[in-house]
């Protein structure tokens, strides 16, 4: 990898550092993407982050002069404002200092039913810090570093089983009425803030058409509104290794991804380990490893992408580097009691100026002259669909936004198959655990797909309006039947007797304990931000989640209203 390195930056050419990898929160690809629907174009790459010089070279394959009305040319401005900034010199090494400070306040009206972090829509990844100061350098033409130190609140102490800590009573979220982000202030103390940063920590490389990326950031790929079927925006961070090369019509990324292995939260592993839980050997390693596959074509209207990608699961820690091969095919890499592989295979088309239709299909494991279910042999098949379709309008000074999406998951989707006691295998699901220091230690655990996992029934209505640098709002609807299964269920093989069930599930197979009733979900989102100056904003978001069965139990219908409120100051 190191001479691969300095063989591409002798190669490169060109002498401007456009290296610094732009986060996920930026509007940036957000006003990128509207102006490429706006011009009858397929989205820009659904494969984020993105570098500064790969967002530029989307943002100059658009003539501003041809673009016809004044909304979009705005647009535009504003694009190039935000990837134009320079910054300081001190000799040959460009740096910059930012700190943002944040005050926030959280308030809901129900702390019977909604007592956990999962019960919060703006939850703990979506909380921003009280202070967050970042560090900058561009240390030669082709390398870039990025640093944050974030005082804040942690996830808050939890009660009970650390198997799913975001679903058990938290006090930061639903013990009390209203709560801040502001440390030391009740019901937040001194064990309330937050050990775990940096958030965002990583160095990058590249040139032109290449960028490189290792360290602490947050990823999503696809361009699904309430979560894609790959990679979803939903961890606090991940530990990531990441290349890419992009052109006009190609693009390829090649990321890994690790996670603790979930024998962490097995006491049969962990009890024995007495004194402090940070003590408990990390012995065993949990790796996503994904390459991507993007290709433009009916000039410029179609995008289609390929993502194959596998969770490799190792208890001793080693990784065996025959399977690291970047263009190779996992799926005939024939180690399913260490991997578990998908596929997911995404398009968008624009057929005519702002209306963009875009679909991805997903498939966990692809077994081909095996049993079917429910022959005796046989093992789930699990395939997840989602199709949307979106508008943009431009709308006196602004844009007007318009996307309807809905998604299918089978209830074995992103599953692990159960321990084997007798070779002492753990099951390799797709979700990744996140560890991190809240009162005590706490294994955050997350879908890496689609946030709501398996068995999930979703349907998704999103409305904006937006002018761009001065406000935004939005309304969202989505609307959810859940089945029984989620992260913590298991599946076996069949023995030709078990039934073969149907999303949304009320039993699981493979596992007498687990069943109920159907989880009925109606969340109804309001939220706006307006730029007060260059400097400071002023966010709101009200949420309103009504559920039925919530938990899969038989409960009456129970509902919350959450309001969170922010005004946030950038130097």
């Not at 561009?138 to 974030?150: G, I, N, R």
């Not at 965002?200 to 602490?216: H, I, K």
Request: glycine share 8%; with cysteine; hydrophobic share 35%.
């Amino acid at each position: 990898m190191a001479f691969c390195c300095t063989l591409l930056l002798c190669l490169s050419t060109g002498a401007a550092n456009s290296q610094k990898i732009i986060s996920l929160e930026s509007p940036v690809y957000r006003y990128i993407a509207n102006l490429y629907i706006l011009q009858q174009m397929a989205l820009p790459s659904t494969t984020g982050p993105y570098s500064q010089d790969e967002l530029q070279r989307m943002l100059d394959r658009l003539d501003r002069k041809a673009l016809p009305t004044q909304a979009e040319r705005d647009l535009y401005d504003q694009a190039t404002t935000l990837l134009s900034q320079k910054p300081k010199q001190k000799g040959n090494l460009g740096y910059a200092v930012g700190l943002q400070v944040n005050v926030e306040a959280y308030a809901h009206t129900n702390k019977d039913d909604f007592t956990s972090e999962s019960d919060w829509s703006y939850n703990y990844t979506d909380r921003r810090p009280l202070g967050n100061l970042s560090f900058e350098t561009w240390p030669t033409d082709h390398f870039y570093s990025y640093f944050e130190l974030s005082l804040m609140n942690n996830f808050g102490k939890v009660s009970g089983s650390e198997d799913s800590p975001n679903t058990k009573t938290n006090p930061l979220y639903g013990e009390s009425l209203l709560t801040t982000n502001i440390i030391m202030v009740p019901p937040n103390g001194l064990p309330s803030i937050d050990l775990n940063f940096p958030y965002r920590a990583f160095a990058s490389a590249g040139g032109d058409n290449w960028s490189l990326q290792v360290g602490r950031d947050k990823i999503s790929w696809g361009a699904g509104k309430s979560g894609n079927l790959s990679v979803s925006n939903t961890m606090p961070y991940q530990q990531i290794g990441r290349f890419t090369t992009y052109f006009d019509s190609f693009k390829y990324t090649l990321l890994s991804s690790f996670f603790t292995h979930p024998q962490v939260l097995d006491p049969l592993y962990t009890s024995p380990q007495v004194g402090n839980t940070q003590d408990i050997l990390a012995d065993g390693i949990k790796m996503f490893l994904a390459h991507r596959v993007e290709f433009r074509f009916l000039k410029d209207k179609a995008n289609v992408t390929i993502t194959e990608s596998m969770m490799y699961q190792s208890s001793s820690g080693s990784i065996d580097l025959r399977f690291l091969n970047p263009v190779g095919f996992y799926h005939n890499q024939y180690i399913r009691g260490n991997s578990n592989s998908m596929l997911v295979f995404e398009g968008d088309y624009t057929p005519i100026r702002g209306l963009n239709i875009y679909a991805q299909f997903g498939v966990d494991e692809i077994a081909f002259g095996e049993p079917v279910p429910p022959e005796s042999g046989a093992r789930p098949t699990a395939f997840a669909y989602l199709l949307g379709i979106q508008k943009k309008t431009v709308l006196k000074k602004g844009i007007l936004s318009v996307a309807l999406e809905g998604v299918y998951t089978d209830p074995f989707f992103y599953l692990r198959e159960k321990y084997d006691a007798t070779t002492g295998q753990y099951g390799v699901g797709y979700d990744g655990i996140i560890r991190v220091l809240a009162g005590s230690m706490a294994n955050l655990r997350y879908v890496q797909g689609y946030p709501y996992g398996g068995d999930a029934i979703v349907g998704n209505l999103l409305l904006d309006y937006e002018i761009p640098g001065s406000w935004k709002t939005s309304i969202e609807t989505l609307c959810m039947a859940h089945g029984v299964m989620d992260f913590s269920s298991e599946w076996g093989s069949y023995s030709g007797t078990e039934p073969v069930i149907s999303t949304p599930s009320t039993e699981n197979p493979f596992d007498s304990t687990e069943g109920g009733l159907v989880e009925y979900t109606l969340l109804i989102k309001l939220a706006s931000e307006v730029n007060l100056s260059e400097n400071l904003s002023l966010t709101g978001n009200l949420d309103m989640p009504f559920v039925w069965n919530k938990g899969n139990e038989a409960k009456p219908m129970v509902a919350d209203h959450q309001l969170s409120v922010g005004l946030h100051y950038t130097l």
